[in-house]
């Protein structure tokens, strides 16, 4: 009878995996757009998109403004016509004048060479989807095509894209490709069909198109409005660029994610799942709501993992029948006391039970010990204890000790 050999404490050892607890990020080439650069090992960078009708000079530089004002880094403004390529000088002009230069990214959607060639006049990057920036007009009876047909489009495609390409690479700005799982071009359709591989392979076909004419300031998206999909397309295209020698930095996003709770874990579920694997340099959060609520959620995610550091980290446990002071309350009178603080970790813990060991690593803890009285903590070390109603006030006051206070 065959048994297997007796491991021994040394080669168990060998044979356990070693994790980090640090993301190690996917190695991307830095591109500029504007003051602001994606890639190139910098800091996720957070983008969102205004509503306005970018023929509304005075709305969309107020919209672009409070977007900025709350932390979104790159602005994107919708452009569906010359006269709105042309109203985004009078946009810039305007931003520069009243507040600052703000990197803008403009989205151009069908036939859009004219278009594109205006925008890429006035603003720093150039969005464009590939299965909308060359019109195929659709057949019904269509039940192939031929690999002449193929070619033929994509000839058609390099003779309007070589342009745009020339402009921006002349004037070191930046591109998007920005391929849709819902707007595949019906080439794509019908070889690959409607797929994470075809996303991919339309998403090269612009890249190389690019390379050919020395343009390499280009950022990546496969968005889809299905997370699995989503996953599966970033994941494959950053295979497929690996194999193929390409280091492009690709933003992140889950399109149509709806509003509300869902529409939150929506995003974050795609968005986070790749960020934690390395994958991505730029986010959006696409939220049925006002652009404004979109921030909070990309800041949210990328503290989560340990990307950023924007706001306060608070610690809390859930409760329990241990706990000797109405948590949920304490933990909104500290949070509400000390929100608008950056770089900080504050634990809020109900017991001593699990309060010191699972707040270890946070800069201050505020533990209920004794009935009626909370214990404040540096680090490891327990500072003092105080009276219930005294605890936030006590808090405050050793923050401020620290030096590490800012007022509101």
Not at 104 to 119: R, Y
Not at 215 to 228: G, Q, Y
Not at 256 to 264: I, K, L, M, Q, V
Not at 270 to 278: E, F, K, R, V
Request: include cysteine.
């Amino acid at each position: 009878m065959q048994t297997l050999p007796t491991l021994t404490t040394s080669n168990t050892a060998n044979l356990q995996p070693t994790f980090d607890t640090t993301i190690k990020r996917r190695k991307t080439r830095p591109v500029k757009v504007g003051d602001v650069i994606i890639g190139g090992g910098y800091p996720v960078v957070v983008q969102s998109m205004i509503n306005e009708d970018t023929l509304d000079i005075n709305g969309s530089v107020a919209a672009i403004r409070r977007l900025h004002e709350i932390g979104c880094e790159i602005v994107r403004v919708t452009v569906p016509s010359m006269a709105h390529a042309k109203a985004l000088a009078e946009i810039k002009q305007k931003l520069i004048k009243t507040y600052q230069d703000v990197p803008i990214v403009a989205d151009v959607h069908h036939n859009g060479m004219k278009i594109a060639l205006e925008v890429a006049k006035h603003i720093e990057k150039v969005r464009i989807n590939p299965g909308l920036y060359v019109f195929e007009k659709p057949n019904p009876n269509r039940t192939e095509y031929t690999k002449a047909e193929f070619n033929d489009i994509g000839e058609k495609i390099r003779e309007t894209l070589a342009p745009l390409v020339i402009s921006l690479r002349d004037q070191g700005k930046a591109m998007r490709i920005g391929v849709n799982h819902g707007s595949l071009g019906e080439r794509m359709l019908f070889t690959y069909g409607d797929t994470p591989e075809g996303m991919v392979e339309s998403a090269i076909e612009f890249i190389r198109i690019c390379e050919s004419l020395d343009f390499h300031n280009l950022v990546i998206s496969m968005k889809a409005s299905r997370v699995p999909v989503m996953l599966a397309a970033y994941r494959l295209m950053a295979l497929r660029m690996d194999e193929l020698g390409m280091d492009y930095p690709l933003h992140l996003g889950v399109t149509e994610a709806g509003d509300g709770e869902y529409g939150r874990i929506k995003s974050t579920a795609g968005i986070a799942t790749l960020l934690a694997d390395g994958i991505g340099d730029t986010i959006r959060v696409s939220l049925t709501e006002s652009p404004e609520k979109e921030i909070p959620v990309c800041y949210s995610i990328l503290q989560a993992l340990g990307l950023r550091k924007t706001m306060v980290e608070y610690v809390a446990c859930p409760s329990c029948g241990r706990t000797l002071f109405n948590l949920e309350e304490v933990l909104h009178k500290v949070r509400e006391a000390t929100k608008h603080l950056t770089g900080l970790d504050v634990a809020v813990m109900g017991c001593i039970v699990n309060g010191p060991g699972e707040m270890a690593d946070a800069d201050y803890g505020y533990v209920g010990k004794t009935p009626g009285y909370i214990s404040l903590y540096r680090g490891r070390e327990e500072i003092k204890k105080v009276p219930e109603d005294k605890g936030v006030e006590e808090l405050i006051n050793l923050i401020k000790i620290d030096g590490r206070w800012i007022d509101p």
